[in-house]
């Protein structure tokens, strides 16, 4: 597998990409590794052949900054520096004013926690550097920051080289779907790195990584090869939920990357998560004929983020997300269910419904979870699988093809009212066999 190509310069980034309140930068090298995922004792260091972080508690803490809130306060500290062309910012008057910037909800426990990691965070000594590059401090060491009567740290310097490394490699990120994804730090971790590696590639060109270099980039030691992969796939199924400008392949080489572009998607470059979607019932062949209008349905509740491999040491506050967290959206088990790309490895969402007293046994298929009649593919899977209503390319057809002759058991049953719970259905699901985007 090929790896990523040399980076091509970044200097234009910030002065190409359109001005955009949805806009976080931050700092390539900070994408390109992981930070402590959870509370550490002592200090951490990653370093790979393009980045390296290290990052030192001060010597009132033994414990190094961790975890989502980590991420999110070092993205919004290189963010305002990039936005004020200076090293000197300010992050507000207090937590909760910074939380609702970026879309986290406001509780007590949030605000102690981002607060205490903010401490952590400015106490500590981070370093990072690029390319081979000299370490450079994040904060300017000269400049201890003044803590508010409410113990926030509102102002902040910054290294002036670190400054002028940021401003010359920063990184375009979407607030929107950082706020998606802030309940799992590895899967803000494969986000930016997304974006890092597609930043330095014209749209459309693939980009490769194996997993030996994701590992050492994002990998815990108490992680083998194995456990690491299912971990960094479930960050990277995330991604893709709420990510709809990216396409992404794995295989057992690696992973690899490209942009999608418009005509693909029909979403915008920075796509808002769709969280008030709606469903219908997948038609039966000749239901275009019908009258009767088609009558969306609600979507069940998001049952919820994969669960973290890694226990937390020391329990701490995760955010809360002010918008539905993008999943695996379905009605009930009596109703149409669907199947998003994380679970099947294709392009597309899979509607199965019950019979409902139809003979021939159906499945649909939608380019995303928004039901549209008009974008609506029927399938017919007796005596042969073949489109009997819209129509999607030769290819996305044989991956379907191949998807629901590998899982036609598990069509079948809920076809026949054989399965009670969305659980049963999602815990049967099989992904298609042959690799390719999805």
Same mark, same amino acid.
Request: hydrophobic share 40%; net charge negative.
């Given at each position: 597998?090929?790896?990523?190509?040399?980076?091509?310069?970044?200097?234009?980034?910030?002065?190409?990409?359109?001005?955009?309140?949805?806009?976080?930068?931050?700092?390539?090298?900070?994408?390109?590794?992981?930070?402590?995922?959870?509370?550490?004792?002592?200090?951490?260091?990653?370093?790979?052949?393009?980045?390296?972080?290290?990052?030192?508690?001060?010597?009132?803490?033994?414990?190094?900054?961790?975890?989502?809130?980590?991420?999110?306060?070092? +993205?919004?500290?290189?963010?305002?520096?990039?936005?004020?062309?200076?090293?000197?910012?300010?992050?507000?008057?207090?937590?909760?004013?910074?939380?609702?910037?970026?879309?986290?909800?406001?509780?007590?426990?949030?605000?102690?926690?981002?607060?205490?990691?903010?401490?952590?965070?400015?106490?500590?000594?981070?370093?990072?550097?690029?390319?081979?590059?000299?370490?450079?401090?994040?904060? =300017?060491?000269?400049?201890?920051?003044?803590?508010?009567?409410?113990?926030?740290?509102?102002?902040?310097?910054?290294?002036?080289?670190?400054?002028?490394?940021?401003?010359?490699?920063?990184?375009?990120?979407?607030?929107?779907?950082?706020?998606?994804?802030?309940?799992?730090?590895?899967? +803000?971790?494969?986000?930016?790195?997304?974006?890092?590696?597609?930043?330095?590639?014209?749209?459309?060109?693939?980009?490769?990584?194996?997993?030996?270099?994701?590992?050492?980039?994002?990998?815990?030691?108490?992680?083998?090869?194995?456990?690491?992969?299912?971990?960094?796939?479930?960050?990277?199924?995330?991604?893709?939920?709420?990510?709809?400008?990216?396409?992404?392949?794995?295989?057992?080489?690696?992973?690899?990357?490209?942009?999608?572009?418009?005509?693909?998607?029909?979403?915008?470059?920075?796509?808002?998560?769709?969280?008030?979607?709606?469903?219908?019932?997948?038609?039966?062949?000749?239901?275009?004929?019908?009258?009767?209008?088609?009558?969306?349905?609600?979507?069940?509740?998001?049952?919820?983020?994969?669960?973290?491999?890694?226990?937390?040491?020391?329990?701490?506050?995760?955010?809360?997300?002010?918008?539905?967290?993008?999943?695996?959206?379905?009605?009930?088990?009596?109703?149409?269910?669907?199947?998003?790309?994380?679970?099947?490895?294709?392009?597309?969402?899979?509607?199965?419904?019950?019979?409902?007293?139809?003979? =021939?046994?159906?499945?649909?298929?939608?380019?995303?979870?928004?039901?549209?009649?008009?974008?609506?593919?029927?399938?017919?899977?007796?005596?042969?699988? +073949?489109?009997?209503?819209?129509?999607?390319?030769?290819?996305?057809?044989?991956?379907?093809?191949?998807?629901? +002759?590998?899982?036609?058991?598990?069509?079948?049953?809920?076809?026949?009212?054989?399965?009670?719970?969305?659980?049963?259905?999602?815990?049967?699901?099989?992904?298609?066999?042959?690799?390719?985007?999805?």
């Amino acid at each position: 597998m090929t790896q990523i190509s040399k980076p091509r310069s970044l200097a234009a980034n910030v002065a190409a990409v359109p001005s955009d309140e949805h806009v976080l930068w931050h700092h390539a090298a900070l994408c390109q590794l992981a930070l402590p995922p959870s509370p550490l004792k002592g200090n951490w260091h990653r370093q790979v052949e393009t980045a390296a972080v290290t990052i030192i508690p001060g010597s009132d803490d033994t414990v190094a900054p961790s975890g989502s809130f980590l991420r999110l306060l070092a +993205m919004c500290i290189c963010d305002a520096a990039v936005k004020s062309c200076t090293p000197a910012i300010n992050l507000g008057p207090s937590a909760a004013v910074l939380a609702s910037r970026i879309g986290i909800i406001v509780d007590q426990t949030t605000l102690d926690t981002i607060g205490n990691q903010l401490a952590r965070l400015v106490s500590a000594k981070v370093t990072v550097a690029l390319n081979g590059g000299p370490e450079l401090t994040l904060l =300017d060491a000269r400049s201890k920051p003044r803590i508010s009567a409410n113990g926030w740290h509102p102002n902040l310097r910054l290294n002036a080289r670190f400054h002028s490394s940021l401003i010359e490699n920063a990184i375009p990120l979407d607030c929107r779907i950082l706020t998606e994804l802030a309940n799992s730090p590895a899967a +803000m971790d494969a986000y930016a790195w997304i974006r890092h590696a597609l930043a330095h590639v014209a749209a459309g060109q693939i980009v490769s990584a194996t997993w030996q270099d994701l590992q050492s980039r994002f990998g815990t030691d108490r992680q083998n090869s194995d456990a690491f992969r299912s971990v960094f796939e479930d960050a990277l199924h995330q991604v893709f939920s709420v990510d709809l400008s990216i396409a992404i392949a794995v295989d057992d080489d690696g992973v690899s990357l490209r942009s999608v572009d418009s005509e693909e998607t029909e979403a915008n470059p920075h796509p808002t998560p769709q969280n008030d979607q709606t469903t219908a019932p997948v038609q039966s062949p000749g239901a275009e004929l019908s009258n009767e209008p088609v009558r969306p349905q609600p979507t069940a509740p998001h049952a919820g983020n994969p669960v973290e491999r890694d226990v937390d040491p020391e329990p701490q506050a995760r955010p809360h997300v002010s918008h539905a967290t993008t999943g695996t959206p379905a009605r009930s088990a009596l109703g149409p269910v669907s199947l998003q790309p994380r679970l099947t490895g294709l392009n597309q969402v899979v509607w199965l419904r019950q019979a409902n007293g139809d003979r =021939d046994i159906v499945v649909g298929v939608t380019p995303d979870a928004q039901f549209r009649p008009e974008r609506l593919t029927v399938l017919a899977l007796e005596p042969i699988v +073949m489109q009997v209503i819209g129509g999607i390319s030769e290819r996305d057809f044989e991956r379907v093809s191949a998807w629901v +002759m590998t899982n036609r058991d598990l069509i079948d049953d809920v076809w026949e009212e054989k399965l009670a719970s969305l659980e049963d259905i999602y815990g049967r699901v099989r992904k298609v066999p042959a690799v390719g985007w999805r």
